[in-house]
């Protein structure tokens, strides 16, 4: 890529890298919004600052505002052995790529490790000392690699022989476990939650894999010569897309594994039965614990960039028939807007953000402590995709369980505004907050940045209608406002045979999300 060419991309807007089934974006975040919704969901997202080294070898750490951000996405219908037989034209692009995607897996794994319970202490010494100078436990090695990230060829080939063997010692486990007579669901269950059952092995499985990819990633960062190293990088480029593959296959299984432990059969209403079921169904709740978060937070995954139904995608008008059904029965966004008034929302807000506060701060000193080399915007980033995840529901708050959308979005705004060091300490303060976020999605429908597409605009709309309603909710109005959610009225649109559902789900899933998505983008710009 020429120097003309790179300023050419600079002045249009984000520039892009591609190598394989990989490509990298980086530019202003309303582009890189607008390019995510229109059939990208699936990328990662990262500070520029998590890609500096690859910048500085191409010559480009200075070309980037400082609001710039990155997006990783993979194609992973493409061949994910790409590497091992094209060289790339420019060396160091492939040392950008590769940073990018040892960064996402080791963010990623690390927000599955903050969902799921800590590591259960029997199951870490039945494992045993790992075979690396100083023989420590998994979870001893966790704790240093967390503060002090080094790499090791000794330590990484280790650790690809652990996460490889505890894989597939929860790909087999969970199959014997959906093999089993459903009669024996308890004892199954039981025994997969043994110091050496396959469950435990999951939490292990994601505790390697976090010191694996920081291994990686450190290593990538302290390439010099991209040319004499190209060999190498192709090979660990290969072998993270080999793990991100496993993992998305393991995640299948491990779906199903919920399903039967989610059972709505298993939870009986009579109350009596249910006093004698109690220990049995805090049993299976635990095991949902432990997996759950590894299946909801490495996200799809599988699509590719024209799975989304003609009815959303740009210049196709039955978009408006998908957004009439998905407001089927409830309040119009027009009335929401008619009858709001600004000053509502900042008094529920600023109620909100007060309530909020106390878990913000928690969240906040864990982030420091448990990343302590993490820059502020790294830290932005973690807490974004936090915010993504409670608020789509795909996971729940350690203290406060799953949370409402208005909830996710004042936790999000508090957390902001103490990774800033914005003042937080008095409700005036927190109202004007409150005020510039309803002005910032208000304002937004109104910017350039996106062409006319149903899709965005859908979004753009949702994420108003979801502030709008916060004043009537919190303010004990009788009023239905929309919610994002699977909205089954479109999946019947979508998905007339059950061979289509699972298209479906994952065009919806793209609605929400880019609706989060933007919402994150507005609260992100009324916190400062």
Not at 119 to 129: C, F, S
Not at 163 to 181: I, K, N, P
Not at 213 to 228: F, M
Not at 511 to 528: F, T
Request: aromatic share 6%.
């Amino acid at each position: 890529m020429t120097a003309e060419h790179n300023a050419t991309l600079s002045e249009r807007g984000p520039q892009f890298f591609t190598d394989g089934p990989i490509t990298v974006a980086i530019g202003g975040e309303a582009a890189i919004t607008r390019w995510e919704i229109l059939g990208h969901m699936t990328a990662g997202r990262l500070s520029v600052d998590s890609v500096a080294h690859g910048l500085t070898l191409l010559g480009l750490n200075g070309d980037f505002a400082d609001d710039a951000v990155v997006s990783v996405f993979i194609d992973d219908a493409e061949d994910p052995l790409v590497f091992a037989h094209i060289e790339p034209e420019i060396p160091a692009r492939r040392v950008l790529i590769a940073e990018a995607m040892a960064a996402v897996w080791n963010n990623r794994i690390q927000d599955i490790a903050d969902t799921s319970a800590p590591l259960y202490q029997d199951a870490v010494e039945d494992l045993g000392r790992l075979e690396i100078p100083g023989s420590p436990h998994l979870n001893e090695l966790l704790a240093q690699r967390r503060r002090s990230t080094t790499t090791d060829r000794v330590e990484i080939e280790a650790l690809s022989h652990l996460v490889h063997e505890l894989r597939q010692a929860v790909v087999f486990g969970a199959a014997g476990f959906l093999a089993a007579d459903p009669a024996e669901l308890k004892d199954t269950t039981r025994k997969a939650l043994a110091p050496d059952g396959w469950i435990h092995r999951l939490s292990l499985l994601v505790a390697a894999e976090e010191c694996l990819a920081g291994a990686l990633l450190a290593g990538i960062r302290t390439t010099d010569d991209p040319e004499a190293m190209a060999a190498g990088l192709a090979a660990d480029c290969t072998f993270m897309l080999g793990n991100r593959a496993a993992d998305l296959e393991l995640c299948g299984v491990l779906s199903e594994v919920v399903d039967v432990l989610e059972d709505p059969a298993l939870r009986p209403s009579h109350r009596v039965i249910r006093m004698v079921a109690r220990p049995t169904q805090r049993m299976l709740d635990g095991a949902v614990h432990i997996i759950q978060p590894f299946v909801n937070l490495r996200g799809p995954g599988r699509g590719r960039d024209g799975w989304l139904p003609s009815e959303l995608t740009a210049g196709e008008r039955g978009g408006d028939a998908a957004a009439r059904a998905a407001d089927e029965g409830q309040i119009l966004d027009a009335e929401l807007v008619e009858d709001f008034r600004p000053e509502e929302l900042a008094t529920a807000f600023g109620e909100l953000f007060e309530e909020m506060l106390p878990e913000a701060e928690a969240y906040v000193k864990k982030l420091r402590n448990d990343h302590p080399d993490d820059s502020v915007d790294q830290r932005k980033n973690r807490a974004e995709r936090r915010f993504m995840d409670l608020a789509a529901r795909k996971t729940a708050d350690t203290n406060l369980g799953y949370l409402e959308l208005d909830e996710a979005v004042a936790l999000h705004a508090m957390t902001l505004a103490l990774l800033r060091e914005v003042p937080v300490d008095d409700t005036g303060k927190r109202e004007r907050q409150a005020r510039q976020l309803q002005l910032a999605i208000s304002g937004y429908g109104r910017l350039q940045e996106f062409p006319d597409n149903q899709l965005i605009q859908r979004g753009i709309s949702m994420a108003q209608s979801s502030l709008y309603a916060v004043a009537f909710h919190r303010l004990s109005r009788d009023r239905r406002f929309p919610r994002l959610a699977v909205v089954m009225a479109m999946l019947e649109k979508f998905a007339p045979t059950v061979n289509e559902r699972f298209i479906a789900e994952r065009a919806l899933e793209v609605i929400n999300g880019g609706a989060l998505r933007i919402l994150a983008m507005m609260v992100d710009k009324a916190i400062r």
